[in-house]
């Protein structure tokens, strides 16, 4: 795909790990130049094509949510240009799609909250109508607004991994009572700021992950993404209720139109098992995921990357 960038080779700086979308670089021994590639994931298999331009939708939708958010959370950004720390000859792969961020103690939970039932959401929900521990009432549907946004934590995977679903106490052991609140409360705070400017543009932001690290004085800081169709469900307003009440999956602006062509390819006769290789996207599945990317950023921030 041409002008797609799907893996970054920087030789100027030492590569520290390459995760679903982002290559991590050591700048010094304080901070990290992380590039957002164009690779999509999706059931946590990375697919060989990338979607032309994603990296660069994804920078500028978490700029924008960083800005809007600082009050709630410091976060990981060091203002600094990441043209600054490359190569004149690299600066292409880095131009529009990097943060330069601070190194931060990576907490190893996602913090994970729902606004409304989906995905991995539903499917709990109707064996044992709860969520992570978490228990709803009686009736909802597939897409139902929930009473209140809940919490419902995973332990972050290895990449091919699946995420896991675990309950607060869990998270509890993992960090301890006080962190464990602390994240708990604002991971809804920030939800909720998020899910009321989305709405002023018109979607629905129906659930979402943050990941937090902590500083060298133990602040807890957001860091990695925010808010991005990869790390959201979003949902234009327009076509939700229609599909509520058919109870199918509203229209999505996320990489949920990539996952419902994985989940209805065959090969050989059948279903995917989730397990790379991943099937190659067609190109006009690429080039509509692309459209929709834009078209979130657009809608969000009023301009394209």
């Known amino acids: 795909m041409p002008n797609a960038l799907h893996t970054s080779a920087l030789t100027s700086l030492p590569l520290l790990a390459r995760g679903k979308v982002r ?6 021994s304080d901070r990290l130049l992380m590039v957002a590639s164009d690779r999509l994931s999706a059931f946590d298999v990375i697919l060989g094509e990338p979607i032309a331009g994603k990296g660069k939708i994804l920078t500028q939708m978490a700029l924008f949510w960083f800005d809007k958010l600082k009050d709630l959370c410091p976060n990981h950004l060091t203002g600094q240009a990441p043209e600054g720390v490359v190569t004149a000859a690299e600066v292409p792969q880095v131009e529009g799609r990097s943060m330069l961020v601070k190194r931060l103690k990576p907490i190893p939970v996602e913090a994970v909250v729902r ?43 290895e990449a091919g991994e699946h995420d896991e679903n675990i309950s607060y106490q869990q998270v509890e052991q993992i960090v301890g009572p006080a962190l464990a609140a602390e ?38 800081t957001l860091m990695d993404e925010v808010l991005t169709p990869d790390s959201s469900r979003y949902w234009p307003i327009e076509g939700y209720e229609q599909a509520f009440a058919e109870g199918s999956n509203p229209p999505s602006y996320d990489k949920q139109f990539v996952r419902d062509w994985l989940e209805a390819v065959r090969i050989n006769g059948k279903p995917w098992d989730k397990t790379p290789p991943a099937p190659a996207l067609p190109p006009e599945v690429a080039a509509r995921t ?7 950023l657009v809608r969000l921030t009023g301009s394209g990357a």
């Open 290 to 296: 692309a459209a929709k990317y834009q078209e979130a």
């Open 23 to 28: 290559d991590n670089y050591a700048v010094g």
């Open 115 to 157: 606004g409304y039932l989906a995905g991995s959401g539903w499917q709990e929900y109707q064996r044992s109508q709860s969520v992570c521990g978490v228990p709803l009432p009686a009736g909802l549907k597939n897409a139902s607004r929930l009473p209140e946004p809940i919490f419902t934590p995973a332990a972050k995977a």
């Open 183 to 220: 994240i708990r409360r604002v991971s809804i705070a920030i939800y909720e700021r998020a899910a009321q400017i989305a709405l002023t543009k018109g979607i629905i932001i129906a659930d979402t992950k943050f990941e937090f690290g902590l500083d060298e004085h133990g602040t807890l």
